[in-house]
């Protein structure tokens, strides 16, 4: 018995052992959780706290154990509940306090409990284990803040995306109006090409049509899938289209492509006997020639009406031709005295009489220079001549009229003989007579006149000039310059005798030797007007007759 009772000690003693391991385990355990950690007892007591506890609370064990754990915390009611609870708690419970630190610092925890029962289910009191989330809240605040913070700006986006949407949508709805007028006045345009009296053509910026009215299909015999899309090449190809194309590739708008404002015109005769006036302008857009519009109107009763006048003219001026030569040889009679001796008054009388008889000769003359151009009859007889040989038995007479006038006459000659040109020696006479006279009749008493004649290597051209310090032409009406019956208001009281035909002749005897004229004028100060002709070799001349 002694022997078994000695072994059941040893056994007891070897369990005690083992139990008190167990227990500085246990201990150990808790002292070193880094959780803060203490035992309560039924009575919410605390029995004991670990080395984290005393940590976080600033409580030591002394301080701690014994009391309850209300001191431990700042929601009093909160901590009731929780006593409340524990005695009937099944599963641990986790909430959240604000921990009152011994130096009155406040710390958001949450805090685990887990009830504790002996094998009768007999409430021992309970664990309590307290983990600081202050950074965790701290966390959450800021990323709660974030999230409203964003949240908010989704909204202004949001707002924004509204506001632009419905801005959107009230531009969609201007553009549609817009597209809406747009169609409108497209529809017109098109209305009014469509019935327009006269041919219409669009080419766009390289030259290639793209728009045709019924009446160009109609003046060509063509049709407008015929030349739609084609260039002005391509169309040189199309039969009925090459007078067209081949008048309309002589304009240097259509040529240069920049953004002139020049108006190129032109004349041809269709399939039908129609005169067509075809004239093209550029269509310029922000400084830029986007294209060409080419206008055909049929001027064939213009034409016919013109011819009429003009033989009216033609028959009037020849009737009347021959009566005033008689008048001329009858007074020159008269003044010569081969019909008495006249005296003085009578002498005078007739030598007026003379003079208006003589002009009334030089006005039918230019006019019946007029109609010989108009009727394409103005013949030349061209030659290869010097255009100082032409200008030499000119410049005598004139040197003597135009100072006798008190104005100053220059000539400028080049020394050296100039190139030969084509020329009809008796029409270009008249063209640099016009132009003298002019000078002489527009300007003052005290005024210089200068007749230049130059060799322009570079563009191997004769070129003339008369220069004056006349009265010069008003700028708005240098557009008419060289136009029939054009007579300038600033000239019209100064000097009433003038027919406005010269220039208009002059122009058209350069033209027809295929020369340039122009001039320059300031009103006020003087004008020059000048003419230019081509240097022709003997073969180039000859070439130049046949065609003819
Ligand atoms: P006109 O018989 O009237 O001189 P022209 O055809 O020769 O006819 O000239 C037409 C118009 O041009 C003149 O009436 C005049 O207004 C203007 N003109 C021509 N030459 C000059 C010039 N040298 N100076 C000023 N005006 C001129």
Same mark, same amino acid.
């Given at each position: 018995m002694t022997e078994e009772n000695n072994l059941l000690k040893k056994n007891l003693e070897r369990i005690k052992e083992d139990l008190d391991d167990l227990q500085r385990y246990v201990d150990d355990l808790t002292m070193f959780l880094p959780l803060a950690f203490c035992t309560v007892n039924p009575l919410n007591l605390i029995l004991g706290v670990n080395q984290s506890f005393q940590t976080l609370t600033g409580y030591d064990e002394m301080e701690s154990i014994?009391?309850?754990?209300?001191? &431990?915390? &700042?929601e009093k009611s909160k901590v009731q509940e929780l006593k409340e609870e524990m005695p009937v708690q099944k599963d641990s419970i986790q909430k959240e306090f604000v921990l009152l630190k011994k130096n009155n610092e406040k710390v958001p925890v949450s805090v685990s409990t887990l009830a504790r029962r002996d094998n009768n289910d007999n409430f021992l009191g309970y664990f309590l284990v307290i983990a600081d989330i202050s950074e965790t809240k701290e966390f959450q605040k800021k990323l709660e803040e974030r999230v409203s913070e964003k949240t908010k700006e989704l909204e202004i986006k949001n707002v924004e995306v509204t506001e632009s949407r419905l801005a959107l949508l009230n531009i969609l709805e201007d553009v549609e109006d817009a597209w809406k007028k747009a169609e409108e006045e497209k529809n017109k345009t098109m209305a009014i090409i469509t019935n327009f009296i006269d041919g219409l053509m669009v080419f766009d910026r390289d030259n290639v049509v793209r728009l045709i009215n019924p009446k160009i299909e109609k003046f060509f015999y063509i049709s407008s899938e015929e030349v739609i899309n084609k260039s002005l090449n391509e169309l040189k190809d199309s039969k009925n289209m090459l007078p067209l194309i081949e008048s309309l590739s002589e304009s240097s708008l259509f040529q240069n492509?920049?953004?002139?404002t020049d108006q190129f015109r032109a004349e041809l005769v269709n399939k039908d006997n129609l005169t067509l006036d075809i004239s093209e302008v550029s269509i310029i857009n922000e400084d830029e020639k986007i294209g060409s519009l080419v206008v055909v109107h049929d001027i064939t009763r213009e034409k016919m009406i013109e011819a009429m006048k003009s033989e009216f003219v033609s028959i009037a001026a020849h009737q009347l031709r021959t009566p005033l030569s008689a008048i001329k040889w009858t007074m020159r009679m008269l003044l010569d005295g081969d019909l008495g001796e006249l005296n003085e008054d009578q002498k005078g009388l007739v030598k007026k009489t003379y003079s208006s008889n003589e002009r009334m000769i030089s006005l039918i003359n230019d006019l019946l220079n007029v109609t010989r151009i108009e009727e394409g009859r103005y013949l030349y007889q061209l030659e290869l001549s010097h255009i100082e040989d032409v200008v030499a038995p000119l410049i005598e007479s004139y040197k003597t009229e135009v100072e006798r006038r008190g104005i100053k006459f220059n000539i400028n000659i080049p020394k050296k003989k100039t190139p030969k040109i084509a020329v009809d020696a008796e029409k270009i006479t008249l063209v640099i007579q016009n132009f003298i006279e002019n000078a002489m009749k527009y300007t003052n008493q005290g005024g210089v006149m200068e007749l230049n004649i130059s060799y322009n290597k570079e563009k191997d051209e004769i070129e003339v000039s008369v220069k004056d310090s006349g009265v010069g032409i008003p700028k708005d009406q240098h557009g008419r310059?060289?136009?029939?019956f054009f007579r300038a208001k600033n000239i019209i009281k100064m000097e009433t005798?003038?027919?406005?035909?010269g220039l208009f002749i002059c122009k058209n005897i350069v033209e027809a030797h295929k020369g340039r004229v122009w001039f320059e004028s300031e009103e006020g100060v003087g004008s020059t007007f000048y003419f230019s002709l081509p240097v022709r070799s003997q073969e180039e001349f000859d070439d130049f007759l046949k065609k003819l």
């Open positions: 014994g009391n309850s754990i209300d001191f &431990l915390f &700042l492509g920049n953004g002139s310059v060289f136009t029939k005798e003038g027919s406005g035909l």
